[in-house]
């Protein structure tokens, strides 16, 4: 296959061999409904493939992370309940799952056997584009919020899978703070809102608008198919053509991501987060000091700053954080450097501490920032960090998770925002790079630039509180009891036979009809 050459509807925009993954890297495009396609050739008979949509949330209601459950609950091909309960039964899968990123949603999946993989792209693929959800509003109660009553004299509550799945997530400290933080860089852009859903917020969440979600986001026109491994290339471009892409015309998809724009000035913020009174408050705050670090498309300043954070903050001899600890600002320090997102932020975090002591944190950080740019930072610790990457990428082990996905989503950091999908499985020329900036000012540079002189930054203070949860709770039931009040018998009647139904659906078995739809493994489809 050469560039510009059409097969099966697509045509071939770009081709080389990328040596860092061993892999021949081809970037298509579907003539007819716009999809793009990106494969990586190479013997791997751990075959990967992916599609990911760009969902940006303009608001709380979790709609990415709710549509990205509810995608999988039927679809016109397989119209069972839960069809991947089922599929899993029969398959050999290597990765199977989905998820929500701040701007992103994903659907991979991955399998060793020609077969299994097959069927389990025909099952995403029928999940995305064609889910029962648009027709049946019992999805959207189940995976995502709805009343609840089972008698007249009962109490209304709300009740979910994302609901209650956020209920849990948001309680805890570490993802309550990254929320917080993120809603303070991104004020005016879709990073400022919580991509999972805000407990508080998912029930404003409306049939219609979820279903506008989907119809806006979901097309072909707005999708990132990727093929990894050692498959017949050709077969699948003409599977992806005849079965769904040749079915969509190419649309006008409003999902670009915005940047935010620049502070003029440090923005400092003291939010509250839940503890229980036998916990209680002393030394429980949180301190953050967060920057937005330029976008994601420049690779070679995302590497230089992901050493930087090894360096200054992520060792026992970390000068960064050995000042934090000896100061005893708090009990320990902590970072965060999101790259998955156009705008990526650094934050430097100290946990246990009081909020007295932000103050000193903020002036003790900038200080120390300012003396590592002029004095220089220790070469022996940079080389340090800079051999560990070295050896995470060519080791390029990643546990459990299949070599092909992590490169599936490493991608995204670029091909999401318009930039070539290679860009970030290249990686010899920026270590070459780096090693360089030893002998130079490379790493006090981007200290000087993306923290002493950037003030695009945030200062945080999360402080316990031990009425937060009760005031909360009052709050709802004070909410679900008006609204109670304000149905009518009819109303309530309605509700108490809705929440019946879909606990019947709940428990109902699958049909042996239903069942027969779902793809199943043969002896002779095993090697």
């Known amino acids: 296959m050469e560039v510009n050459d059409r097969i099966h509807g697509f045509c071939l925009k770009h081709k080389e061999y990328i040596h860092e993954v061993d892999s021949t890297a081809y970037t298509f495009e579907h003539e007819k409904s716009g999809a793009r396609l990106f494969f990586l050739a190479n013997d791997d008979d751990n075959k990967v493939f992916s599609i990911s949509f760009r969902t940006p949330p303009v608001d709380d209601t979790g709609v990415a992370h709710i549509v990205e459950h509810s995608t999988l609950c039927g679809s016109r091909k397989y119209p069972l309940k839960e069809p991947f309960v089922e599929l899993v039964k029969g398959s050999l899968n290597t990765f199977l799952n989905a998820m929500t990123y ?208 090894h360096a200054l903050l992520r060792t026992p001899a970390a000068p960064l954080r050995k000042a934090l600890i000896d100061a005893k600002l708090g009990r320990d320090v902590d970072s965060i450097f999101e790259t998955d997102m156009l705008q990526p932020f650094f934050s430097i975090i100290v946990n246990n501490a009081e909020p007295e002591r932000l103050d000193d944190f903020y002036h003790l950080t900038m200080t120390k920032l300012q003396q590592l740019a002029e004095n220089g930072i220790d070469r022996e610790l940079l080389e340090a960090s800079i051999n560990l990457m070295e050896f995470r990428l060519r080791e390029a082990d990643f546990g459990s998770a299949p070599k092909g996905l992590i490169y599936g989503i490493r991608i995204m950091k670029s091909w999401l925002y318009g930039g070539a999908p290679e860009t970030y499985l290249r990686y010899e020329d920026l270590l070459q790079e780096m090693k360089d900036g030893l002998s130079g000012r490379y790493f006090e540079s981007l200290v000087e630039t993306y923290f002493l002189a950037n003030p695009h930054r945030s200062l945080l203070a999360m402080v316990p509180d031990t009425q937060m949860a009760a005031r909360r709770e009052k709050e709802q039931q004070e909410k679900l009891v008006a609204k109670k009040a304000a149905m009518s018998d009819a109303e309530i009647e309605a509700t108490i036979a809705a929440t019946q139904a879909l606990k019947e659906r709940q428990q109902s078995p699958e049909t042996e009809e239903a069942l027969r739809m779902i793809p199943v493994l043969k002896l002779s489809d095993i090697r």
């Open 102 to 309: 701040p701007d992103k949603t994903m659907y991979p999946v991955a399998s060793r056997n020609d077969k299994d993989f097959q069927n389990l792209m025909d099952v995403y693929l029928d999940a995305v584009f064609y889910p029962n959800m648009r027709e049946n509003p019992q999805v959207l109660m189940q995976e995502g919020w709805h009343y609840e009553i089972e008698k007249k004299e009962d109490p209304l509550a709300y009740s979910g899978v994302v609901y209650n799945e956020m209920k849990g997530a948001l309680s805890s400290p570490d993802d309550l703070l990254e929320s917080r933080i993120m809603h303070a860089l991104y004020p005016e852009t879709t990073y400022g809102h919580e991509s999972g859903g805000d407990p508080e917020a998912i029930p404003d969440l409306t049939q219609e608008k979820f279903i506008a979600f989907h119809a806006k986001y979901y097309h072909p026109s707005n999708s990132y198919i990727y093929l990894y491994g050692a498959m017949d290339i050709e077969e699948k471009l003409r599977y992806l053509d005849e079965e769904y892409l040749s079915h969509f015309d190419r649309i006008p998809v409003p999902s670009k991501i915005d940047l935010q724009p620049a502070f003029s000035h440090l923005k400092r913020e003291t939010v509250p987060y839940p503890v229980s009174e036998e916990e209680g408050t002393d030394e429980k705050t949180f301190l953050a000091l967060s920057w937005t670090t330029g976008q994601s498309l420049d690779h070679k300043a995302m590497m230089g700053l992901e050493i930087l954070e």
